[in-house]
């Protein structure tokens, strides 16, 4: 039988350098949970408006809400590309869909970082300083999009595109342009923090609308086209 440490050092192994960059990010984010909870008020406020300021509190426990969060998230992203069906496919991008995850939680490590300082008496604008972020993890899910093949679990999944790749690859280069654009407004959220909702979720929003319609569309047209040959 394998010893607790053998079967660790096995895991480690098979392991990609940016499951365990994944890892670290978790585990870094925990240790500055643990680091703070005893300058932590009892009340923690946990959720902000539009307009910056705080309108909801948790249990003092909850700062660890990020990191929990995050080992779920992380046994997802490492149980996708065993269960994918379309293991040839995911391998082609496999790179960006590495470096997604690391975006993902490198993104809730800086919300964990920010619901902290604010707990501890740091004061700003959680609208401004959020839009940064979002800004970066919309701008590279467009060059997520722009590069993902036909696959069960990343990318613009309408019955549309699973049932042709020609239309995944169309639907794809469009999303991804357009989620590039939404990162880029997204930026605009940083000196009008007063719209940022405007800034921010309508822009993804009617993005996500459009390619759902473009798929349809385009996969109407390529059917009608073989249809006519």
């Not at 959220?189 to 009617?206: D, G, K, M, R, T």
Request: glycine share 4%; hydrophobic share 55%.
């Amino acid at each position: 039988m394998l010893t607790l440490a053998k079967l660790i050092s096995e895991v480690i192994k098979i392991m990609r350098k940016s499951n365990l960059l994944a890892l670290s990010i978790i585990l870094i984010s925990f240790a500055i949970g643990i680091y703070s909870y005893p300058q932590m008020p009892e009340k923690v406020a946990s959720h902000w408006n539009i307009n910056g300021e705080v309108n909801s509190y948790m249990e003092k426990w909850g700062i660890f809400l990020m990191p929990i969060i995050s080992i779920f998230l992380f046994l997802l992203f490492l149980a996708i590309p065993i269960i994918e069906p379309k293991k040839a496919n995911l391998k082609k991008f496999r790179k960006y869909y590495d470096n997604f995850v690391i975006m993902i939680f490198l993104f809730l490590l800086y919300l964990h970082l920010l619901v902290i300082f604010w707990n501890i008496g740091g004061r700003f604008n959680m609208v401004q300083l959020l839009s940064i972020a979002f800004a970066l993890l919309f701008y590279y899910c467009g060059i997520l999009l722009e590069n993902a093949k036909q696959n069960w679990f990343v990318g613009i999944r309408t019955p549309w595109t699973m049932m042709n790749e020609a239309v995944w690859n169309k639907t794809h280069k469009r999303g991804g342009k357009l989620f590039k654009i939404s990162g880029v407004l997204a930026l605009v959220a940083i000196v009008l923090p007063q719209y940022a909702i405007f800034f921010i979720l309508v822009p993804v929003i009617l993005s996500s609308i459009y390619v759902f319609t473009y798929s349809y569309f385009e996969y109407k047209k390529t059917t009608n086209k073989t249809k006519r040959k």
